[in-house]
């Protein structure tokens, strides 16, 4: 019988939150994790294995004696640099017992952002899953949560939206973020009108008022899922406390909420759609939308209404709908101060080539 979700797996990046990690007490799941670590062991077998986890501040608030994870970012910053070490030594130690090595990888924000050390940071993640190694991957939060005060959009703010860009960036066929929810329902699980959703397809899904969103921050895991099966990566949200499910969702069966990969975007796209950081944003009228989104043309001169920010030629910028929602991105062909001088007006001069334009993941309503 053909499997149910018929895709190859040859990379695959799995994910797993706080809950699975530690126990309800903030100390390590020890069973869950070493449960875990035999299962990526069997997935190694047959495909190359990357393991993003959460943890390190639950873990550190334990060992440090809060009673409970803190809220303040210094206090944070200090739990994760107790938690990490002793999260990186179990894993370590786990994945020693099968012969396999683990590898730790601590991201920031900058190491998205900055074109060549993302270039650099997908070498060695190759590098590391070339030579049969699991990276283990967290972000640096000891030091990255500092870039919280600079004012700009993050390029991720959690572990979800992480994965998907190193899934994405590594091009992996599958991510499996692993949670305490066995899939995204559409409404809160556990009330009447709940059934979980089995295959994601944005045109179908309506959820309803008070649906799971709002709990074990599955609104975060859903916009990460869809990045990253707009860029061309299937995903699926699982339940990580059930035994064997990353076997299963890996063979295709039914299990959890399923993202069908979309036909993808080039790897200098996905760059340019979700991690890189604009430096300027141009807002267009509704023919120009829907002539670039429709048509897949340049951007013209007479569509543009406003022109922000001080952007030399070939720097990165948003492309802002009438709602004042970012649908593209792209490299722009002529600085700011020339783009504003010829705003809203006549000519065929483009101020974006179609070929640097990039769409967005729009929202569902925005569509
Ligand atoms: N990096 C955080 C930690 O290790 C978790 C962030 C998240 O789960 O989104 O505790």
Redesign the pocket.
Known sequence: MSPARPFQVRRVVVKV??SIVTRGDGRLALGRLGALVEELHALHQHAEVVLV????????AARLGYDAVPSEVVD?QA??AA??GA?IATYDALFRQLDLAAAQVLLTEDDFLHRRRYLNLRATLERLVARGAVPVV??N?TVSTLELACGRDRVF??????SALVAAGLDADLLVLLTDVDGVYTAAPGTPDACRIDTWQDDKVSLGPGSALGRG?MG?KLRAARMAQHVGVHVVIASGFVPGVLGRVVAGDVEGTWFPAQAGLSQRGRWLAYASAPDGRITVDAGAREAILSRGASLLPVGVTQVEGDFSASAIVSLIGPDGTEFARGVAASDARSARARCGQSGERALIHRDDIVFLQLDPEAQ
Request: proline letters at 0%; charged letters at 20%.
């Open positions: 939150g706080t986890t959460s943890g390190s501040i639950g873990l550190g944070r739990c994760a938690g990490q999260l967290n972000e939060d703010g959690d572990n979800d939206r992480l921050g975060a």
